[in-house]
């Protein structure tokens, strides 16, 4: 009978979509169901050989990726005292703009896949180390101490504890990069790839190639949620037990004074400033494009070159944060809604796998013509690029809640909202601190993205004016700003991420 | 092999605002075991992770025979039972049990020996979710017994185990490290229990913990039935009780 | 989709092209004793650059001794930074974004011009048409902000005022102008409105170098480390280009055919590359190639092009250009 019913609504779907594709006079911005299945028919080798070749960079791209995550991961586990070092590293890679990354990984490695491999392994392995990173620590002292009663070194917990607790949140890592892999090798063909479907929807929106376009987006789009859907049923098959997550009482922190916290910043600073001259001086990367932090200081000391890229910061941030904030609340409102209402999860979790699967360059341009250029535009496509990873990573955290403590409200005739308001949403806290954390570099990301393509203002716009400029000054002036702001941001969240879990999830601060 | 004797040497520990221990001397004698019972947040725990060399002492020593806790532990000669069980929930029973061997670097051939003896016969190869929380219990108190260790800590073990399997444990388990000569210490609320387990209890005051009384229970009488019901089993019962309530009011 | 069936020199030579992403540098029976070339092409592989299949695909290249790789662009593949850094012997730019780069330091020339007019455009629906500069006033542009200084000067050179267009900043694509968000567009004469023809949206463009915007586009540029020392190479790269577009300009379909056979990936449309390639030979074909050649370019052509440049702002020598390989070529 579900299935009947489930199976009706698809067709009535079809038939009104297929409607509105015709009932628009002329209309060669929507393209009708049986129009686009005509189309992949009759170019279905041509797609067959490019979702091949995307696929397999996605593929290659999400393995090292990961691969790179988990590592990183563990070795800030294992030596905490790198963690805050590493984070910094890895949050100010996430945040290189791929139009300045993009020349210099297709000068690195030549004609050929390097390139596309490369930004779909940048595309995935933050939102898996932090995921990673929450599940690791969600250990209970009990555990260390055990391990330590046993005279073992904290990689015995690691090995015996931590990595199998950690597995659902892999998982939840793994299932959010699947999308992420694909975009970041769509966006990675960018760089003058040869083949693929990033290639194909470039050619097809300026060809006026409708079906085409929607044709790519949705054979991207299935792809995409296919690897999701395979990753979620592994997962469960893996992980075969119900995983427990053990809150215990909350330890004082180690004070820092403030001179410490200083040195440590000056620091880590003077590390990322010397790893990006090293880095560059050492692949030989040419001063006419890969500048060194001396000429962007040199650049920004001009009082003009620092008003133009801060106006542009401040109006960049005021356009990225109703957004920010949108998705995220978008994000646990839905994941909340998910478990009031679980049958709402089999129309929702796809569309919102689709819309982070489908390229911001394909979907950006039909939010906008729906939603307008202004700040409502900006705001829909910031919102539905950090939504999708909020809501899984929240479903994830309010599946986390120990089974007792629900069926201890229960047995007090608690109704589903308040088992959700009083304990499943502050178990689902870590999990939605880790999404507003990974929130921020994406959402800079997405919002220049639209100023770049729609809004025509702001970082986006002045990185984007590089291409006819070449002033490389210039656009690494805005990387360094954007990657400051994005520190600054991600600092302020975990601030008060550290405040609100001291109550409700003190193990997450180890 | 003899566990070693624990020796507490004038410790002092605080935590933040808080100091649990102070002018702590006591010695946990070589091969018996020695119950603390006192006031809730007395810093009985605090004293089992000073054994374990979970934290160190601010002032004063603890020795574990002629070693310090550290090396002990190092040598995988110590384990531990606390009141949550603590069990993997990815592992069996059988696999969890095994895991106190494999992590102490012992054989860990009588697994099966001391599943038949816990009770969880038949459930072997069942995971911690399918178990009641006695059992688990159970299952965690065979976990810090299949190293065969020197020194046993058991903090509150028996406290979510229900009172038949309990009275059984209290018979069934002592013999375990009694006969190994196992050093333990053992913290409880239960006074009964102390009396009924320990060689001797040490009744603390509240915090800072110190000593109030040294009590030996009786020696060479054997830990069954009569010796529950003995007049001597009553009597010691009502000194541990006089020290604690002496304890409180002072 | 064509597969080549028979192993000669010119599939070694087609499969290096189109074969460039899987890295391969040339086939084995060409790899001995030629010469290694990268050639970074502006855009996507299209008939733009039919001139240059053509040399590949006739072997001119081979015949001088040269293995050349056609590295195709991208909306994210600058291709100044390969040429400067010597990944690219030769790289296709236009002499605004040369200037740029040359202001920011890079040791570029402009060595020869493809396109002799500049093919920026203002596309408009037939209904609601652009013919002349005027008709701008009042009207809602669609272009990319960063292109504000080009509108500029076209008004400047036909005196009218910008403040009275209203640029709306939109992504290089002919969607919003047909879902009548915009009502013109900045574009390339030789793309959106051929999309748009090939689509049954009739169309109108006004080429903005009939109304004095003249710029280079399409230029070759190529370091001065380069032309110092693989000055051999550079002619012999560019006497193959001029007998690939002299091809070109003789059968602009078989052109148009090559592009989509040597690039079945590519995803082309025949019938749209060929309105393309007839479309650019206006540009690119001019009395001035009649009499000297393809590529060429003069004093009087530069002067015009300093001028142009100037009004976008850009101080300029004429130093940027040198004919001295071109000279070469055609002497």
Known sequence: MIWFVRVLGICLFLVAWEFAARGVPGSVLIAGPSEIAEHIQSEFALYTRAAFATSVNAGLGFVFGNLAAIVLAVIMIVVPKSARLLSAFALLLFCIPLIASGPILRVLFGPGEGPQITLAALAVYYTTLLALLVGLRAVSQNWTDFMAVYGRHPLSTLRYVRARASLPYLFVGLQISAPASFLGAMIGEFTGAERGLGVLTLRAMRGLETEATWALAIISASIAMMAYALLGLL???????????????????????????????????????????????????????????????????????????????????????????????????????????????????????????????????????????????????????????????????????????????????????????????????????????????????????????????????????????????????????????????????????????????????? | MVGPEIHFENVKKRFDSVTAVEAFSATFKAGQTTALVGPSGCGKSTVLRLIAGLTGPDEGTVRLGSEVPAQVARRGALAVAFQDPSLLPWRTVRSNIALGAELARKPSDHVDTLIELVGLGGFADHRPAELSGGMRQRAAIARSLVSQPEILLLDEPFGAVDAITRRRLNTDLPPLWRDRGTTVALVTHSVEEAVLLSDRVLVLSDRPASVLADIATAPGVPRDSAYRASDTFRELSDRIFEALETGAVG | MTQPTHLTRRFFLQTSAAGAALGAVGGPALAAGATAVNFQL?????????????????????????????????????????????????????ADYTASAVSQGAPFKIIAVAMQKNPFAIASLSKNPVNTPKDLLGKRIGMAVANTPVLQALCTLNDIDINEIEIVPTQYDPAPLVSGQVDCLLSWETDLPVAMTVQGVENTTMLMADYGYALHSQTYIATEDALANRRADLVALLKGEVMGWNDYVADTDAAAALAVDMFPDAGLNLEAQKLQAARQVPLMFTDLTDAHGFGWFTDETIAANVETLALLGQDVSPDLWDRSLLEEVHG
Not at chain 1, 247 to 254: C, D, R
Not at chain 1, 271 to 289: H, K, T
Not at chain 1, 378 to 393: C, N
Not at chain 1, 408 to 434: D, E, V
């Open chain 1, 235 to 510: 997962g469960r098959r893996l992980v075969g037990y119900t995983p427990v997550i053990l809150l215990s009482a909350p330890q004082g922190q180690p004070t820092q004074n403030l001179w410490m916290r200083v040195a440590e910043m000056a620091f880590i600073v003077g590390a990322v400033l010397a790893i990006w001259q090293i880095s560059m001086d050492v692949s030989g990367l040419n001063r006419f494009f890969a500048k060194r932090p001396g000429d962007v200081f040199v650049f920004l000391a001009e009082s003009e070159n620092l008003a133009t890229v801060l106006s542009a910061l401040s109006e960049t941030l005021g356009s990225a944060l109703p957004g920010y904030l949108a998705g995220l609340g978008l994000g646990a409102a839905l994941a909340a809604a998910l478990i009031l209402a679980p049958s709402l999860g089999q129309v929702a979790l796809p569309v919102a796998v689709a819309l982070r699967a489908v390229p911001i360059i394909t979907t950006a341009p039909l939010l906008v013509l729906a939603f307008g250029r202004g700040i409502v535009g900006t705001t829909v496509v910031v919102a539905v690029m950090i939504f999708f990873p909020t809501l899984v990573a929240c479903g994830q955290g309010l599946r986390q809640t120990p089974g007792q403590i629900v069926e201890l409200f229960r047995s007090y005739g608690a109704s589903k909202w308040q088992t959700l308001i009083k304990a499943q949403l502050p178990a689902m806290l870590p999990a939605f601190f880790a999404s507003a954390r990974m929130a921020v570099p994406a959402a800079l990301l997405a919002v220049t993205t639209v100023e770049w393509l729609a809004t025509g203002q702001g970082l986006g716009m002045l990185m984007a004016m590089t291409a006819s400029t070449s002033n490389y000054n210039m656009l690494w002036s805005c990387v360094a700003v954007i990657a400051l702001a994005a520190s600054a941001i991600y600092a302020c969240v975990a601030m008060i991420e550290r405040r609100i879990l001291r109550v409700y999830a003190s193990e997450q601060l180890s």
């Open chain 3, 42 to 94: 502006s855009w996507l592989h299209s008939v733009q650059f039919g001139g240059s299949y053509l040399a590949a695909r006739n072997g001119y290249w081979s015949d001088l001794g040269l293995d050349v790789s056609l590295s195709q662009g991208g909306p994210n593949a600058p291709v100044e930074p390969p040429v400067v850094s010597g990944a690219a012997l030769v790289g296709i730019s236009a």
